[in-house]
Nanobody, 126 residues
């Protein structure tokens, strides 16, 4: 399994931007699809965005389409989530996760993903 470490979270005002990074270590990183999930207080974890192992396929939950962009740099074993036009409802702990399952589902709580990072807090508030 991969080891994943998220970074880049913080406090930002509404309308601001953050870039989250998910650095991976371990064997065969390039074969893994990577997803970003988030969990707000009192809510279930939800899929935000996922990217296939090649980077050729991406998914975004409707609430972030047009504002968030996922990308990966396989030379650096890192996946990024660029978050623009942030809203208070984006406040959550953001986790990255990895899977070798090519039939993964991104729009649920991440049950197809077996490796998880520790999470990074994103707070959007004035």
């Amino acid at each position: 399994q991969l080891q994943l470490v998220e970074s880049g979270g913080g406090l930002v005002q509404p309308g601001g931007s953050l870039r989250l990074s998910c650095a991976a270590s371990g064997f065969a990183y390039n074969y893994y699809a990577i997803g970003w999930f988030r969990q707000a207080p009192g809510k279930e974890r939800e899929g935000v965005s996922c990217i296939s192992s090649s980077g050729g396929s991406t998914y975004y939950v409707d609430s972030v389409k047009g504002r968030f962009t996922i990308s990966r740099d396989n030379a650096k074993n890192t996946v990024y989530l660029q978050m623009n036009s942030l809203k208070p409802e984006d406040t959550a702990v953001y986790y990255c996760a990895a899977t070798l399952n090519t039939g993964y589902v991104c729009y649920d709580d991440g049950s197809d993903f077996g490796s998880w990072g520790q999470g990074t807090q994103v707070t959007v508030s004035s």
